[in-house]
């Protein structure tokens, strides 16, 4: 690691800050451009101490930058994780306050619930499949802290992977029997389809983002615990939202799911 631990804390404060108080920030790294990855993680973990130090819960993680098309919007070429906290759930049909974030967008995701923990190293499709629950159709409201969502990887990892708000729905279905490659989803706001892909934009396949997320946990000797949600990543690039839009995701078989931005 190349910060030390007052500088981690400084700077978990300082994203955490941005969070709460919907403002953005430069990237961390023009300040601290020798930063390394698990400088960025160990911030990411910062945040998320101060968030239960509040009485906040851990709900979900999240996998992030899992397309090649996200890949491609944002110039980075691995995938990122992330924590979502109790105050990022949206109910189904559920709104969002605009003016709590700074500039969201949405993506279309498979998300994962599991019936048993996953634990890595060595996780794989097979493995997220048989620990699987239900799957179901959500949307991620990501809303990067940094101008612009102008980044580098380590500043995002730091950056908690842009989360902030996120809504699951539609109908719980076995993962049994449903070729998550070939799944179609159709993203739309106020009416009309803005973004449609298939499950395999994900790493060829979304429950590989569950089994890297999995594994990448593992280095830090944790795992994804059952009864957790996980967002597999967006099937698209994200799509900016503003107050008055509608956003419905619907999933091949799997129902729909929405949020209203006010
Ligand atoms: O969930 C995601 O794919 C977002 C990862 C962070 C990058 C971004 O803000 O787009
Ligand atoms: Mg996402």
């Known amino acids: 690691m190349k910060l030390d631990t007052k500088t981690i804390a ?18 961390i790294t023009d300040q601290h451009p020798d930063m390394d990855w698990d400088d960025a993680y160990a911030i990411q973990r910062e945040i998320l101490r ?5 009485g906040r819960r851990v709900i979900g993680l999240k996998a992030g930058l899992t397309s090649h098309a996200k890949m491609k919007q944002m110039g980075v070429t691995s995938p990122v994780f992330g924590f979502m906290t109790d105050d990022y759930v949206v109910p189904d049909c559920g709104e969002v306050k605009v003016a709590e974030l700074i500039h969201p967008k949405v993506e279309p995701e498979i998300a994962f619930v599991l019936k048993h923990p996953l634990r890595g190293p ?7 499949l ?27 990892i730091a950056d908690n992977t842009s989360a902030s708000r996120f809504v699951v729905g539609g109908v719980p279905t076995a993962a049994a029997g449903i070729d998550l490659t070939t799944l179609g989803v159709v993203m739309e706001k106020n009416g009309e389809p803005v ?22 946990l593992a280095s ?18 994200a799509v900016a939202v503003a107050a008055g839009d509608t956003v419905t995701l619907r999933v091949h078989g799997m129902g729909a799911t929405t949020l209203r931005f006010v």
């Open 130 to 156: 048989a620990a699987t629950e239900y799957l179901l159709p959500g949307v991620e409201v990501i809303d990067s802290r940094y101008r612009d969502f102008k980044f580098d990887l380590k500043s995002v």
């Open 50 to 54: 101060r968030k239960l130090g509040r």
């Open 122 to 128: 060595g996780c794989h499709v097979g493995a997220v």
């Open 220 to 237: 830090h000797g944790e795992e994804i615990p059952a009864g957790a949600v996980v967002l597999s990543g967006g099937i698209t690039e």
């Open 10 to 27: 400084q700077l978990a404060e300082h994203l955490e800050t941005c969070q709460l108080e919907a403002r953005d920030t430069p990237k």
């Open 195 to 216: 973004a449609m892909g298939v499950g395999a934009a994900v790493l060829g396949n979304p429950a590989s983002a569950v089994a890297m997320l999995a594994n990448h």
